[in-house]
């Protein structure tokens, strides 16, 4: 359940979401961009380890000192629910004023 990750989490899944297969530090430049802060590298892989182990994400080996990273579709589902949720929150919010 995506509830029970990180919010670091959560955001590699959502970022690894746009992207085809990146390797680690392609999944790292993205981050960063799109945060606009720098991710620490040990912080990285060691999140994605756990994604791995939950089975939200799928590791796979480039070339002999690459891995790439890809959603598995139970992480795609997941992700996509998670999604959702926070669409029909962010819709239920009252309009301005309507006290």
Partial sequence: MLADLTGFQRDLLFVLSGMETPSGSELMSEVE???????????????LDELVEAGYIEKGELDGRTNYYALTDDGYEKLRARHEWEQEHLEARPAAGAD
């Fill in 33 to 47: 961009r799109s945060q606009d802060r720098p991710v620490l590298h040990g912080r990285l892989y060691t999140n």
